[in-house]
């Protein structure tokens, strides 16, 4: 069959120079209305071309090695028993969190925090699939993350942005480095609709390149649900994690952030 | 299953070690090559072995093999990381020719894909060729090599879709499966 054109074109760009935000939301739209169309085609030929001119490669250094592996044996943890879809968790009556009001002075870090984001957007993320491993009981973890010591759990408040899926929303962000796990506890933010929009996570680690920070995947929020308690999955170590911010994107997560509409940000208390 | 990413994609922690051991080295050669210096490209690195863990599930050895899909995952990964970077690697300007693999190397470690591709860039003309290898190989954008080359931008698109389109027919035609 003959492809429309537009669509032949953009999997040829994809392959070889990548595509803007609406490029691939345009793609996306294409190819969902195209099933039988193979949207791997160009990208494998690209991949088998490079194959074909590369040379031998090179072993990898040890410590890189070394550090896959350790990342692999996160990964693996992580990823298993399967992951199922995980979802926002209702925060049992008893759940132990220890909300804190914001502090006086917050909404004009949030604006400055926004200034800051101009910097690093646009950013790619993985492929976004399937959350993290949710734990069977995750308000349960949470209290567990706040019961350690204070010098290995770190937290971060919620500001929101200004944008009307999060006004007036709060809550905290828990996070044990040594433990590489995390809860973002949310009040108040608006439900969404999974078919249309998912809220995604992105954590920025001071280590790292400011304009790449750590897709920390997507959740949800059902209607009627006040207050959820997501697990971060961050998929890559965190070393430190200095700033947190939730943006609205696609099903699924995004590639590219169109950064329309960042929702909540979060700085260390 | 025996593939590694289908012992990945089945919980075998055993299957991560190996894909690490045996995709590494590809992983970094693209990534290096993708990166502005050596810190980025052990980033990337590491982001590419999470997107290939996360795609595991998702690899058909009908229509490729492991070493061509993830590739294709470290590809796909970089090219976007070089896109929204202002840290640019070293595009060299390339000379007339380039020094691709030998065709025993392709055949024999590079896997049966990237032999098809060495066979259908043979068949290109050689300005078509080196533009597939600006584009392919060295990550150049259409209008980087459009300069470089001293092309129209659209000739640069056009033969830059013939090689693709090219290596794709004799992908799809092995897989016994061509679409179009």
């Not at chain 1, 070393?239 to 169109?258: D, H, I, K, N, Q």
């Not at chain 2, 012992?7 to 290096?32: H, M, T, Y």
């Not at chain 2, 092309?151 to 056009?158: A, E, H, L, R």
Request: glycine share 8%; hydrophobic share 45%.
């Amino acid at each position: 069959m003959t492809l429309p054109v537009r669509i032949e074109e953009l999997l040829v760009e994809r392959a070889t120079q990548g595509l803007s935000p609406d490029e691939q939301r345009w793609l996306d739209g294409a190819l969902a209305e195209h099933p039988e169309v193979d949207p791997d085609r160009y990208d494998l030929a690209a991949a088998a071309i490079d194959l074909a001119l590369a040379g031998p490669p090179p072993a990898l250094r040890p410590a890189l090695r070394e550090r896959l592996v350790r990342l692999g044996r996160d990964y693996t943890a992580m990823a298993a028993p399967p992951v199922p879809s995980a979802g926002p968790r209702r925060i049992p009556e008893r759940a132990p969190a220890r909300r804190r009001a914001p502090a006086h002075g917050w909404w004009a870090a949030a604006a400055a925090l926004l200034l800051a984001l101009a910097g690093w957007w646009p950013r790619l993320t993985s492929s976004r699939v399937a959350p993290g491993p949710a734990p069977a009981t995750p308000a349960a973890e949470l209290a567990a993350l706040l019961e350690e010591p204070r010098a290995e759990t770190r937290r971060f408040a919620w500001v929101p942005t200004g944008d009307e899926a999060a006004s007036g929303a709060g809550g905290a962000v828990i996070w044990s480095g040594p433990r590489q796990r995390g809860y973002l506890e949310i009040r108040g933010l608006a439900p969404n609709d999974p078919a249309v929009e998912q809220y995604q996570l992105w954590i920025f680690d001071a280590t790292r390149d400011e304009r790449f920070p750590v897709d920390g995947g997507v959740f949800d929020v059902p209607p009627g649900v006040s207050e959820v308690i997501v697990p971060i999955d961050a998929g890559i170590e965190v070393r430190e994690p200095v700033l947190f911010a939730v943006t609205v994107e696609r099903p699924g997560g995004v590639v590219v952030s169109s950064r329309e509409r960042i929702v909540l940000v979060a700085e260390p208390v | 299953m025996s593939s590694v990413l289908g012992r990945i994609a089945a919980g075998e922690a055993d299957a991560v070690d190996e894909c690490i051991d045996r995709f590494g080295g590809l992983v970094w050669s693209i990534a290096r090559r993708f990166s502005a210096n050596p810190q980025d490209a052990e980033d990337a690195v590491q982001d590419v072995f999470l997107d290939v863990w996360k795609s595991a599930g998702k690899y058909d050895e009908k229509v490729a093999s492991e070493k061509t899909f993830i590739a294709m995952i470290a590809r796909r990964r970089l090219i976007d990381r070089l896109r929204y970077s202002d840290r640019r690697p070293d595009l060299r300007p390339l000379p007339e020719t380039t020094d691709p693999a030998s065709d025993e190397h392709v055949r024999l470690e590079q896997g049966v894909e990237a032999a098809l591709a060495a066979e259908s860039l043979k068949e290109l003309r050689p300005e078509q060729r080196k533009v597939i290898e600006l584009s392919i190989y060295y990550g150049m954008s259409h209008s980087e090599i459009a300069e470089a080359t001293s092309m129209p931008i659209g000739t640069v698109k056009s033969h830059i879709w013939r090689g693709l389109a090219a290596v794709r027919h004799s992908l799809e035609e092995r897989a016994g499966g061509a679409t179009s």
